[in-house]
């Protein structure tokens, strides 16, 4: 569409070619008009009249107190795509209830999660990221395995225009957008039932190097807490393995050995595998799990655990993404989410 007035004819092809480039993506909010005004040497009433037919063409959406937004213009009718990094969506079904949040809370403004999977695996975590900002996307939702290993990566994205919300972990000291559960206070309120219990010589095991994920290091810290309140805080107690699985830890519950009563495990996972070799060997031994899966529930015995709430990870962190696309220039947000306690059959008082 040509106007009659060059200079509106100014500001809408300059508008357009930003889109057009990829300058301003799906989403992304415009230059203010101010800026357009210096920019170009125009009138803000040009501006905002420019502004007026982007928005009735259907290439821009104005939002009141907020600003102009590009719009997907390659359909009225077709949603925007925001990548959604997980580590896994099918061996722990609760990480499809992450997906849902983000679905539920991203519909409500036609967007869609465009799913990836990076397993276990940093370089392809990596491989993705890249993928996705060459295709043109500058805002990632990422459930990352790990908190250390791609920081200067994220960082060098973000120096590129790239925006990251973290769900779940967070990269260690480097200022984020971030949606997590409240791992300290699940920790510290599990090991204080135990105590709680009875139980003095409790393990804490992690299948992973406790430095590798913010949501381990937050769970040794409150296991940690609670333990020294008690005075009965023991290094010796602490075991993180790579790939835990309960062969590994064998040595360390052995009967003829071990004099721990209880373990505290960083996944539920884990800990039903090590409840099935206790069981084996008949070790009576309380175990406590984090995550409560739904594997947890019909076990045997029934593994008292943490509740995380995956289905709220998701829908927040998809909530805080929108809020970043809205307003780039906004202050990092951390979102911790409430835990709750759920006490099963897996908890024996130590007599």
Do not use: W
């Amino acid at each position: 569409m040509t106007y009659k007035n060059k200079q509106r004819d100014k500001v809408v092809n300059y508008i357009k070619e930003l889109i057009t480039d990829k300058k301003i993506n799906p989403g992304e909010k415009l230059p203010s008009e101010s800026s357009i005004t210096q920019l170009l040497g125009v009138s803000r009433v040009t501006v905002r009249r420019a502004l007026d037919e982007l928005e009735k063409e259907g290439a821009i959406v104005k939002l009141h107190n907020r600003g102009a937004f590009a719009k997907n213009t390659n359909s009225s009718n077709s949603s925007q795509l925001i990548p959604l990094i997980m580590q896994n969506a099918t061996e722990n079904s609760r990480f499809l209830e992450i997906y849902t949040g983000v679905q539920d809370y991203l519909s409500k403004y036609n967007i869609r999660p465009l799913l990836s999977i990076a397993g276990y695996d940093s370089d392809k975590e990596k491989e993705l990221i890249l993928e996705h900002f060459h295709n043109g996307y500058r805002y990632i939702l990422l459930l990352s395995s790990f908190s250390d290993k791609n920081i200067p990566f994220y960082l060098s994205m973000r120096e590129k225009g790239m925006h990251f919300v973290f769900i779940d972990k967070k990269p260690f000291e480097m200022p984020c957008d971030s949606v997590t559960s409240n791992n300290f206070d699940g920790a510290y309120q599990a090991t204080n039932y135990l105590i709680s219990q009875g139980h003095k010589r409790i393990a804490i095991i992690s299948g992973q190097p406790f430095h590798m994920a913010t949501s381990n290091s937050d769970r040794l810290s409150g296991y940690k807490q609670a333990m020294l309140q008690n005075g009965i805080y023991d290094p010796s107690l602490v075991f993180e393995f790579e790939n835990a699985k309960a062969v590994k830890i064998a040595n360390v519950l052995s009967k003829e050995t071990c004099d721990i009563t209880a373990l505290f495990v960083l996944s539920d996972i884990i800990a039903i595998d090590i409840m099935n070799y206790l069981q084996t060997e008949e070790i009576p031994m309380s175990v406590f799990g984090f995550d409560n899966l739904p594997e947890s529930r019909i076990c045997s015995p029934k593994l008292s655990t943490i509740e995380q709430p995956f289905y709220d990870l998701g829908y927040y962190s998809a909530r805080l993404l929108h809020q970043r696309i809205l307003d780039n220039n906004k202050k990092f947000t951390n979102y911790t989410l409430p835990i709750k306690l759920i006490i099963r059959d897996s908890v024996y008082p130590n007599r």
